[in-house]
């Protein structure tokens, strides 16, 4: 995770709420009748579902990894029987049928609410929606819980991350966040930190972007310690990504840097605009791709 969104779905909650409870509502009351030894993954289903529907509506990343552990407490009580229940689990919370085009609460409905423009996983890939006459597109949604592994979560809206297909499908695929800890974009402070590397001494970077620039790299590390951000450099490959992004990089650095010394230059008489010469509101720097590269970039020059 390069950005945090942590108030990306708030404009979504109600209604996202109304249609999680009602989907759960119709299930309980179509199957009060389906309680007996004859059926008792069924049984063992119903009651799993009752117990965690408050979790499920939560916003709270401790109810989910609650949800988990009575999930898979019920996986292991059944023994043999457990692929019928999580079978079973997977009908109520059935992520198709919330992806499918049409009227009234959708994937479409709900991405168009999302504040994200921009990859969290990456932030160097779009991640909006268009609906228009002559087609449609929307960001994925990936699952940070991998709704596979825990079906209960499918539709849990601070479990579905808006992101590009390849940090979603290519990269992330099936790996388990639960068992490996990642940054969550939806509930962690920001921690992957960019800079510009001409091998390893600081003091060259400069005579190395005038004269060879193919040495100088775009590094990431974790600003603080800890195994979620190195979880999430590998998995994502950032560093790998972003070392194709040096031309991007080293352009920023100039133009921040070129601007820099035309402000202290007394004798041109007009005045500057930072954000319009550069295209780049430090201020705002989420809504633009790469904006957390350019962030840290801006401001190394300007310590």
């Known amino acids: 995770m390069i950005s945090s969104i942590v108030r990306n779905w708030c404009d979504a909650e109600a209604e996202h709420r109304l249609y999680l409870s009602n989907l759960m509502k119709k299930y309980f009351m179509a199957n009060e009748g389906f309680r007996g030894p004859q059926m008792v993954y069924k049984t063992v289903a119903y009651y799993f579902i009752k117990n965690v529907e408050k979790l499920v509506l939560s916003h709270d990343r401790k109810d989910f990894l609650l949800s988990i552990e009575l999930f898979i407490k019920s996986k292991a009580d059944l023994g043999e029987a457990s692929a019928l229940f999580v ?118 970077l400069v005579e190395a972007i005038q004269s060879r620039r193919a040495d100088v790299l775009v590094k990431a590390k974790a600003m603080r310690a800890c195994s979620e951000s190195e979880s999430s450099l590998k998995t994502f490959v950032i560093n790998e990504r972003y070392e194709t992004l040096s031309v991007e990089a080293i352009d920023f650095y100039l133009a921040k840097r070129n601007y820099d010394e035309a402000a202290l230059n007394t004798q041109l008489d007009f005045v500057f605009d930072e954000a319009t010469l550069l295209r780049f509101d430090r201020a705002s720097y989420s809504k633009y791709l790469l904006g957390k590269m350019y962030a840290d970039i801006y401001d190394a020059l300007s310590k």
Do not use: M
Not at 95 to 102: L, M
Not at 154 to 168: D, F, K
């Open 87 to 204: 079978k079973a689990v997977e009908q109520v919370f059935n992520y198709k049928r919330f992806t499918t085009k049409g009227s009234g609460w959708n994937a479409y409905a709900l991405c168009r609410k999302s504040k994200a423009r921009i990859c969290p996983y990456c932030n160097h890939a779009y991640a909006f929606t268009v609906q228009s006459d002559s087609g449609d597109f929307r960001p994925t949604l990936d699952h940070f819980y991998y709704k596979d592994e825990y079906p209960h979560l499918a539709l849990t809206l601070y479990n579905l991350v808006p992101s590009c297909s390849s940090c979603n499908s290519s990269l992330k695929g099936q790996a388990d966040f639960f068992e490996v800890p990642h940054l969550n974009p939806l509930f962690d402070e920001e921690n992957i930190q960019f800079y510009l590397s001409a091998g390893g001494d600081p003091t060259e």
